[in-house]
């Protein structure tokens, strides 16, 4: 089934400003499997443990991407220019900096100066990102401007076309909206910069971290909270429904979703939805994304939301921002499924999600962030009147 080229933009800019939670018609990509069994088979860029295109390779560099096409570079690349929004902080944690991208999306350069990007590589705040609409048409003589090696982009060919015809070489992915999408595009990145085993070390490091998750949700049983995710709040309601990553890590914790639930909604992703309907759910957890600047207190104070069991009992949450939205699926997923375990099964005890978070920005981005840093990822003052929150106050 294909979507009608008219609209192919505009389903990929609502996938992707809906927290990357929507399944494309349009983007088959290459190797998908059920996020909660890791894939067996390596990833599209990679062939078996030894990738062609390895720094050692004498031929070059030779990376297929999700559309078939064989890039081939003589030596790795050094300048990349990142379209879609997540690329832009994934290709910093596959090659732990920012030196090698040359212009990113403008939603992925906001990402960066309100998370922590923008503190652990604040000469990233300098790159161009006025290169690309909203729905990813590329501005192709801004982007020829930056002299890039490769562009990322979107596989969608009338995103892909204008700048292939202009003469440069274009890798492209696709979008499931599963873990398994930051899988393949980490070794696409891996092998072209000249890094191919970083991507299996990223990998086998948050694989392990999920089936930790896993057995942790298997040992407490059923009988977990009822959470609902709003990717937005402010301006209209939308829900994580089926097919969602969101919906993904709320069951993979252990937890269930009213929205997909025997009362929930019909739609697959990110579903708009009316207060009647989230008071009928009743939801015991809130988290309110990153797609819009919504936060506890405006739920706690409007007499609207009075009777949520969620408000009643403050378990209302801002969604940690880090590297990059912990929303969607990425780099830093496992902190995301470690951070809604805690607070949707608190124990009364400190949290170790902190220790964790400098143990996994130092593999990601050889950095160990302050604990005013850690403050700011975390959201500790917007969530620090919801319940059991004082867990991820430093020690």
């Known amino acids: 089934m294909s979507i009608p080229e008219a609209n192919r933009r505009s389903v990929l800019a609502a996938a992707l400003y809906g927290g990357g939670a929507l399944f494309l018609a349009s983007c088959a990509a290459a190797g998908t499997a059920p996020q909660s069994s890791p894939q067996s088979t390596p990833p599209a860029g990679t062939a078996g443990t030894a990738p062609p295109g390895s720094a050692s390779d004498p031929a070059g560099i030779q990376v297929t991407d999700q559309r078939g096409t064989v890039l081939s570079f003589d030596h790795p690349v050094t300048r990349v220019v990142t379209i879609p929004m997540p690329a832009a902080s ?76 202009a003469g440069m070489k274009v890798l492209g992915i696709t979008n499931t909206g599963t873990q398994q999408d930051v899988d393949t595009w980490a070794a696409l990145f891996a092998t072209m910069l000249g890094r191919p085993d970083r991507a299996v070390q990223m990998k086998a490091r948050s694989d392990g971290q999920q089936k930790a998750i896993q057995a942790e949700a298997a040992a407490r049983g059923t009988g977990g909270p009822g959470i609902i995710y709003f990717n937005r709040f402010s301006g209209g309601l939308k829900v994580a429904g089926s097919g969602s990553y969101n919906d993904f890590y709320i069951k993979l914790i252990g937890a269930h979703n ?51 069991s969620a408000v009643r009992s403050r378990r209302v949450y801002k969604v940690p921002l880090g590297g990059y939205r912990w929303d969607p699926p990425g780099q830093e997923s496992p902190l995301m499924w470690r951070w809604l375990t805690d607070v949707s099964f608190p124990s009364g005890n400190r949290s170790t999600l902190r220790d964790e978070t400098n143990d996994y920005f130092d593999f990601l981005y050889r950095h160990r962030p302050s604990a005013p840093e850690l403050d700011k990822i975390l959201w500790t003052e917007a969530n620090g009147t919801s319940a059991n929150y004082r867990q991820f106050d430093a020690s």
């Open 90 to 165: 994934l290709l910093a944690a596959v090659d732990q900096g920012a030196s090698h991208l040359a212009g990113m999306h403008n939603a992925s350069w906001v990402a960066m100066r309100d998370g922590a990007m923008g503190a652990m590589y604040p000469e990233a705040l300098n790159i161009p990102h006025d290169i690309a609409t909203t729905d990813f048409t590329p501005n192709v003589e801004s982007i020829r401007a930056l002299n890039p090696d490769v562009v990322v982009q979107w596989s969608d060919a009338q995103l892909t076309t204008p700048l292939e015809q």
């Open 258 to 308: 009213p929205a997909t639930g025997p009362q929930g909604l019909q739609g697959k992703g990110m579903v708009g939805v009316d207060v009647e309907q989230v008071l009928a759910w009743d939801p015991e957890i809130i988290l309110l994304g990153n797609f819009d600047g919504a936060m506890p207190a405006d739920i706690y104070a409007n007499p609207v939301w009075q009777s949520v």
